[in-house]
């Protein structure tokens, strides 16, 4: 039994102050490797907390939209030196809090700071153009305003890089934001914000909440005051979200979840596709939105494929995420292992054959964690559950086809279009699958998994409203643009 030492209890972050909720509720969120063991203590608010937040952010923002986007990025870069300072601190934090390895948990970290340092630049390019007048007389020019207070409510899966992509630039571009972070790692999003409150941005300007999804998120997307929200996070909750947000003319971006096919041409470099299979399905024990989940290979090399991949995927490491050995840490939690669990059951129950894991790992150091095997099934019809739903979690469906035309047909029979890969050198294959595939993200010879903070990132179909965040594509989102005419 892990004896816990002191736990911190942390705080909701209201104009420029650390303050309990009014409930003076807290939850504990614990380590997905070892449920006895607490990371910290956080807030179980209310709508009155939420109210005050937003009421603080719309004060703030009638100033903090009449400083320069010069200004604005200042802080932004501010934020950056912190974070980057205290990244280990945060990173192993994160690691405590959602499972994810510590080597990927500082990656993304590090992805943060580039995030804040990328936006802090934007504060000077260009926010519109002249455009010729019909009236040689006049000046017609565009230019952009900031929404006012965003609301931002961001999944556990990437709790330091996804806040921050949606909060930089809604900052940089002049809007107040209020965040809600899952709740399963609501002590890392508190210790990123402690980074904003260090780095000096005005009272007001940045603020927290911790609380159920369905009270606060909810109220997020219900908040009259609130003028655009930034949701990330499944289909079910996003629709919600984006119900709520459209039927009172509020703007707003919902990126959601995937089902995210590989395909393996049968003159595909067979080392490298098994690589990025494992790399693109199982990193983060499989809980990316642009995770791999279905795998078409062509009958040529199907059998070579299959034993190369059982052969990587035994050597996996599983383990709690501070090991250094660790390759694949636990689910986030333990609803999380079941839903996993009940995905795996329902393959069996549907007649795909399952060839590697399956189980849940329970014996001595997991006995404590929600840990799952990384599991492999073949002969998975298309129809078959676990090649249509998200599961969020280790899960791999092989699936054999007869020609490229047959695997981008199959791979677009999906609700979902957020990622998509090719292993092939064959440049028909390259250009038809570019131009056929139904994704946001297209790799050719890459993981299904990554994405790069300066190129717009969005799905297709369900997996997104169709905006796009990250890089100069933000802007669209995160401000509004005004038409200008004027006559002396
Ligand atoms: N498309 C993308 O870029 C990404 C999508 N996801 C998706 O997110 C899911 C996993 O993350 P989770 O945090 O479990 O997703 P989730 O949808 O359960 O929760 C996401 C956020 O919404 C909040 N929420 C819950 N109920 C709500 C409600 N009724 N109204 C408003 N907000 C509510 C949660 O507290 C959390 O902050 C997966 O489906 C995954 O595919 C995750 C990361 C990236
Ligand atoms: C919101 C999900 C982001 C996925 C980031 C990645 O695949 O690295």
């Not at 923002?61 to 870069?77: I, N, T």
């Not at 005005?202 to 998120?217: D, H, L, R, T, Y």
């Not at 050995?325 to 333990?334: A, H, I, K, R, Y």
Request: with cysteine; proline share 3%.
């Amino acid at each position: 039994m892990t004896v816990q030492t002191e736990v911190k209890t942390y705080f909701n972050y209201i104009n420029g102050e650390w303050v309990s909720s009014v409930t003076n509720e807290v939850e504990a969120s614990i380590n997905p490797a070892n449920k006895n063991e607490v990371v910290g203590y956080i807030q179980r608010s209310s709508i009155e907390d939420l109210n005050e937040a937003v009421a603080a952010a719309k004060r703030a923002q009638k100033s903090w939209r009449k400083r320069s986007g010069v200004e604005r990025g200042e802080y932004l870069y501010r934020a950056a030196d912190i974070l980057e300072r205290r990244l280990e601190e945060i990173a192993e934090t994160m690691t405590r809090e959602m499972g994810k390895t510590f080597g990927e948990a500082k990656a993304e970290t590090m992805r943060g700071v580039h995030i804040l340092r990328y936006y802090a630049g934007e504060g000077v390019r260009k926010i519109g153009d002249v455009i010729p007048s019909s009236d040689n007389e006049a000046l017609m020019f565009t230019t952009r305003v900031p929404l006012g207070v965003v609301g931002v409510i961001s999944p556990w899966n990437f709790p330091v890089a996804i806040p921050i992509w949606k909060m930089a630039p809604a900052l940089v571009y002049g809007n107040t934001v209020v965040l809600k972070p899952a709740s399963e790692a609501a002590v890392t999003a508190a210790k990123v914000i402690e980074c904003f409150h260090e780095a000096g941005f005005p009272k007001g300007v940045v603020n927290m909440i911790c609380g159920p999804g369905s009270v606060i998120g909810q109220g997020i997307a219900n908040h009259p005051d609130i003028n655009g929200v930034t949701f990330t996070g499944s289909n079910t909750v996003g629709k919600l979200v984006g119900k709520a947000a459209f039927e009172r003319g509020a703007k707003y971006q919902l990126e959601m979840g995937g089902k995210n096919p590989v395909i393996v041409a049968k003159d595909a470099d067979l080392d490298l596709a098994v690589e990025g299979t494992i790399n693109g399905g199982l990193r983060s024990t499989g809980q990316k939105c642009t995770a791999t989940s279905r795998v078409f290979v062509e009958s040529e090399v199907y059998e070579t494929f299959k034993e190369k991949l059982l052969a990587k995927v035994k050597q996996l490491k599983i383990g709690n995420g501070m090991d250094s050995e660790t390759w694949m840490g636990p689910c986030v939690s333990e609803a999380q292992l079941n839903t996993v669990l009940s995905y795996i059951e329902k393959g069996k129950a549907e007649g795909a054959d399952l060839i590697y894991g399956g189980k849940r790992c329970i014996e001595g150091e997991f006995a404590n964690g929600f840990y799952v095997e990384p599991t492999i099934f073949e002969n998975v019809d298309i129809n078959m559950t676990i090649a249509r739903e998200e599961i969020f979690g280790p899960v791999l469906a092989l699936i054999k086809v007869h020609s490229i035309e047959e695997a981008l047909e199959l791979a677009n029979d999906t609700e979902y279009g957020l990622s998509a890969s090719i292993y092939t050198k064959d440049i028909r294959n390259i250009l038809s699958f570019i131009n056929e595939i139904e994704a946001g993200l297209v790799k050719v010879n890459a993981e299904t998994a990554g994405v790069e903070f300066q190129a717009p990132f969005g799905g297709m179909k369900q997996s997104s409203s169709h905006s796009r965040e990250q890089g100069q594509a933000a802007i669209e989102f995160f401000t509004s643009i005004k038409t200008v005419l004027v006559k002396a």
